[in-house]
């Protein structure tokens, strides 16, 4: 099994920044693509970026140029920082991660249980 926590998540005014973080545990062989994923109050999880094991990045169009995602492998660990934040960036932040284990025949996906992320006008 692969263990996330994600950490850094808290109450921002808009324009302000924060850092997250979700740090992978467990016997952990391999960990292919990483992502962030975000629940906005009252609507259904949406993608906010991505990064492949090469280290390349996708972003959702809405936090393209304010936020960048990058990940350590040597500590399994994924960030996710956010500039210029705005009040519909409000949301449940979450770390997803596809990864293999040790005594997993395959990758599968895992899920942190997320941080909040609240940006006040």
């Known amino acids: 099994q692969v263990q996330l926590v994600e950490s850094g998540g808290g109450l921002v005014q808009a324009g302000g920044s924060l850092r997250l973080s979700c740090a992978a545990s467990?016997?952990?062989?391999?960990?292919?693509?990483m992502g962030w994923y975000r629940q906005p109050p009252g609507k259904q999880r949406e993608l906010v970026a991505v990064?492949?094991?090469?280290?390349?990045?996708n972003y959702a169009d809405s936090v393209k140029g304010r936020f960048t995602i990058s990940r350590d492998n040597a500590k399994n660990t994924m960030y996710l920082q956010m500039n210029s934040l705005k009040p519909e960036d409000t949301a449940v932040y979450y770390c997803?991660?596809?990864?293999?284990?040790?005594?997993?025949?395959?990758?599968?996906?895992?899920w942190g249980k997320g941080t909040l992320v609240t940006v006040s006008s």
């Open positions: 997803n991660v596809q990864a293999r284990s040790l005594l997993a025949a395959s990758s599968r996906d895992y």
């Open positions: 990064i492949t094991s090469g280290g390349s990045p």
């Open positions: 467990g016997v952990i062989l391999s960990i292919n693509r």
